[in-house]
């Protein structure tokens, strides 16, 4: 696989893997060991075969961290919750092309109330699903496991959807983050990065390791 250019590596350690029983403690905890953004995981049971919280934590623990919010929509129909999550604090949005039947629009309403959006693409989602997305995008989340749980094992399968799309967002010549999610840990971290993405999603390798600042820099690799 052809190295990419150096691009600053983001970590956005995933709330899902986090303590509930003190998670307003585990957000400052990170947001203090060097995180750059913090990414929620918005389940409703029916677009994924799992429930995780609403709008009201998001808002809970919006005073506990300056750090964006990026939020991730797993939710159908989803048009109706992007303006409880923008006033709950959320800083981005994203939304997967299936979770409705107009994506485009939904993009749209994103950006209509200031957010930033993003579309997110399953494993079993091809690239060409979003390439009449990508210019109302400001990040693309590949998922390297199946949406729903926390703690599965990274899909080496998505490495080359993960090239593909960095070339696409090359292409448009705009500053999409290219993000990749599940089961990212500094082996898998650096395998993406090699493919072209340049934001990484982690829930366990953050959250469950005793020394959060070395986690998120094992990471962002040797010189990230």
Excluded at 57 to 84: E, G, K, N, Q, Y
């Amino acid at each position: 696989m052809t190295a990419q250019p150096k691009r600053r590596v983001v970590v956005a350690p995933s709330v899902l893997a986090a303590d509930f029983g003190g998670l307003r403690e585990e957000i400052g905890a990170v947001t203090k060991a060097g995180a750059d953004w913090l990414h929620f995981d918005i389940m409703d049971g029916h677009f994924v075969p799992n429930i995780s919280f609403g709008p009201q934590v998001v808002a809970a623990m919006r005073p506990h961290s300056a750090l964006p919010f990026d939020v991730h929509l797993m939710i159908t129909p989803v048009d109706p919750f992007v303006a409880a999550f923008a006033e709950a604090g959320a800083d981005h949005m994203l939304i997967h092309p299936e979770a409705g039947p107009h994506p485009h629009r939904t993009l749209q309403l994103i950006r209509s109330h200031g957010k930033r959006a993003g579309v997110v693409l399953s494993p079993g989602t091809p690239v060409e699903s979003i390439a009449w997305l990508l210019e109302l995008a400001d990040s693309v989340l590949v998922m390297s496991v199946n949406p729903g749980f926390g703690g599965q094992q990274f899909l080496s399968s998505q490495l080359p959807k993960i090239a593909a799309l960095r070339r696409m967002i090359d292409e448009t010549g705009r500053p999409i983050a290219l993000a990749v999610d599940g089961g990212i840990t500094p082996h898998t971290a650096a395998l993406v990065l090699a493919a072209g993405a340049d934001t990484l999603v982690a829930g366990t390798s953050v959250f469950g390791a005793p020394d959060r600042v070395a986690a998120i820099a094992a990471l962002r690799g040797p010189t990230g």
